[in-house]
């Protein structure tokens, strides 16, 4: 991809996801994750209906009318987006494939993370850390953050999220935000995610394609699995094999969602046909 082209599509990107984050979750977010504490702001006059325990009594005496103290949310958080770029991500039978539906995803949420002056961090991963950029703030380290999402050419085919899950535990030493995006076509993090759990506020969402769910009888067909890299005819005719794959798919599914669960932290499928506007404005809501 050429640099020119690049830009294009960063920009082309920016504008939809800057859009929904600007119009739809801002607000959400924050109400979503709350900040550290409170501070104190300032002093001002009491007003009926004001809490007396926040008189300042010092103020009060100075000025022989009552003052009171005015705290506001301590607000800096950070937000870590572990994004999956293994060869499983560019399987889609839609109109976009899950890689696209992952950065666009990452976008809004880092979006909407500038809106409330967080930091923002990205951690990319196949069956090794491909990536990380550390939590930094601003539009300018956004922009390159969706560069990466959109640009970055992994290593590596296979999937290791519990892997990728243990690093993160590794450099994020502060309470953070983390979102792992990713199909889940592993089994291999529950025991890591229930320890980040303990610290972290996480979320996971599986983005899926429902042709992984249910294989089509359509006869002798060759499959090239987008990990390994291998082809292999497969009789799509045999119930047998239908069903094999089907409970595969089942078998991960039920996996994330346990997972997660365990771990007390938030869970989102997201098919690659449905709108994860919906999916994460409602999530946000249900916080």
């Given at each position: 991809?050429?640099?020119?082209?690049?830009?294009?599509?960063?920009?082309?990107?920016?504008?939809?996801?800057?859009?929904?984050?600007?119009?739809?979750?801002?607000?959400?977010?924050?109400?979503?994750?709350?900040?550290?504490?409170?501070?104190?702001?300032?002093?001002?006059?009491?007003?009926?209906?004001?809490?007396?325990?926040?008189?300042?009594?010092?103020?009060?005496?100075?000025?022989?009318?009552?003052?009171?103290?005015?705290?506001?949310?301590?607000?800096?958080?950070?937000?870590?987006?572990?994004?999956?770029?293994?060869?499983?991500?560019?399987?889609?039978?839609?109109?976009?494939?899950?890689?696209?539906?992952?950065?666009?995803?990452?976008?809004?949420?880092?979006?909407?993370?500038?809106?409330?002056?967080?930091?923002?961090?990205?951690?990319?991963?196949?069956?090794?850390?491909?990536?990380?950029?550390?939590?930094?703030?601003?539009?300018?380290?956004?922009?390159?953050?969706?560069?990466?999402?959109?640009?970055?050419?992994?290593?590596?085919?296979?999937?290791?999220?519990?892997?990728?899950?243990?690093?993160?535990?590794?450099?994020?030493?502060?309470?953070?935000?983390?979102?792992?995006?990713?199909?889940?076509?592993?089994?291999?993090?529950?025991?890591?995610?229930?320890?980040?759990?303990?610290?972290?506020?996480?979320?996971g969402v599986r983005v899926y394609d429902h042709r992984e769910a249910v294989m089509p009888n359509i006869g002798l067909v060759q499959f090239k699995d987008q990990e390994s890299g291998k082809s292999?005819?497969?009789?799509?005719?045999?119930?047998?094999?239908?069903?094999?794959?089907?409970?595969?798919?089942?078998?991960?599914?039920?996996?994330?969602?346990?997972?997660?669960?365990?771990?007390?932290?938030?869970?989102?499928?997201?098919?690659?046909?449905?709108?994860?506007?919906?999916?994460?404005?409602?999530?946000?809501?249900?916080?």
């Open positions: 991809m050429d640099t020119k082209e690049l830009l294009k599509k960063v920009r082309k990107i920016e504008i939809k996801t800057r859009r929904l984050s600007d119009a739809v979750f801002g607000g959400e977010y924050h109400s979503a994750f709350k900040g550290r504490g409170m501070t104190f702001s300032e002093v001002r006059k009491y007003q009926y209906g004001d809490d007396v325990r926040n008189i300042d009594w010092n103020v009060t005496a100075k000025y022989h009318e009552p003052f009171i103290k005015v705290f506001e949310e301590e607000r800096e958080l950070t937000l870590m987006l572990v994004a999956d770029v293994s060869g499983s991500t560019l399987f889609g039978t839609q109109e976009q494939v899950k890689k696209e539906i992952i950065t666009e995803l990452c976008a809004t949420l880092a979006f909407s993370a500038l809106q409330n002056n967080d930091k923002v961090g990205l951690l990319l991963f196949s069956d090794q850390v491909e990536l990380f950029l550390p939590p930094k703030k601003g539009k300018s380290y956004i922009l390159r953050i969706i560069r990466e999402l959109l640009e970055f050419e992994p290593q590596h085919k296979t999937t290791n999220v519990g892997g990728a899950l243990e690093f993160m535990a590794g450099v994020l030493k502060k309470k953070a935000i983390v979102f792992v995006l990713s199909d889940f076509m592993a089994t291999d993090y529950d025991k890591t995610l229930k320890i980040i759990g303990r610290k972290h506020d996480v979320t292999t005819m497969v009789n799509t005719s045999s119930k047998s094999t239908r069903n094999k794959y089907a409970a595969y798919h089942l078998e991960c599914a039920d996996y994330f969602k346990n997972a997660f669960t365990k771990s007390d932290s938030g869970a989102i499928d997201l098919e690659t046909k449905e709108s994860y506007t919906k999916k994460l404005l409602g999530y946000f809501k249900a916080r």
